[in-house]
């Protein structure tokens, strides 16, 4: 309840449930997801994190950014109808990126000077942290979403 007695939303909330709001925070969220992938796989492999080597971080998350992107909203991954029912949006989020994975790998592999191939365990990691930080990120968004209800 607002202090001025109604029962109506915060003004936040609905702007998350609005289409470019909505959208824009999954956007933001995503991004932020990546970003953590990427710094946890840099600490892991002992190269520089922080805030010193956030460009390098920036550049490490990039190209998994960038096969979300470009595949994830055509399997409905961005779609209003049922984002706000988390086990949907897991869903949801489970399958784009188990599709966007390849495409992923395939520029993670063309932004690498060298342009070795991964390896197969880099890529099950890669598959299997996405799947986790996207899964809970996306999850929580949804909850808090239908909460603001």
Same mark, same amino acid.
């Given at each position: /309840?607002?202090?001025?007695?109604?029962?109506?939303?915060?003004?936040?909330?609905?702007?998350?449930?609005?289409?470019?709001? $909505?959208?824009?925070?999954?956007?933001?969220?995503?991004?932020?997801?990546?970003? #953590?992938?990427?710094?946890?796989? $840099?600490?892991?492999?002992?190269?520089?994190?922080?805030? @010193?080597?956030?460009? =390098?971080?920036? +550049?490490?998350?990039?190209?998994?950014?960038?096969?979300?992107?470009? #595949?994830?909203? +055509?399997?409905?991954?961005?779609? $209003?109808?049922?984002?706000?029912?988390?086990? =949907? /949006?897991? =869903? $949801?989020?489970?399958?784009? +990126? *188990?599709?966007? +994975?390849?495409?992923? *790998?395939?520029?993670?592999?063309?932004?690498?000077?060298?342009?070795?191939?991964?390896?197969?365990?880099?890529?099950?990691?890669?598959?299997?942290?996405?799947?986790?930080?996207? @899964?809970?990120?996306?999850?929580?968004?949804?909850?808090?979403?239908?909460?603001?209800?």
């Amino acid at each position: /309840m607002q202090t001025d007695g109604s029962t109506a939303p915060p003004a936040s909330s609905g702007a998350l449930r609005s289409g470019y709001g $909505r959208i824009a925070a999954l956007v933001a969220g995503d991004l932020i997801a990546f970003v #953590v992938f990427a710094a946890l796989g $840099r600490d892991t492999h002992h190269e520089a994190t922080g805030f @010193g080597a956030l460009g =390098q971080t920036l +550049w490490t998350a990039l190209p998994f950014a960038l096969g979300w992107f470009l #595949v994830a909203p +055509w399997l409905g991954a961005f779609k $209003r109808a049922g984002a706000e029912r988390p086990l =949907q /949006m897991l =869903q $949801r989020a489970e399958i784009a +990126w *188990l599709a966007s +994975w390849p495409v992923a *790998l395939l520029l993670r592999w063309a932004f690498t000077p060298d342009h070795h191939i991964p390896p197969r365990d880099f890529a099950i990691v890669t598959l299997l942290a996405n799947a986790i930080i996207l @899964g809970l990120w996306r999850t929580a968004f949804a909850a808090l979403t239908n909460r603001a209800k």
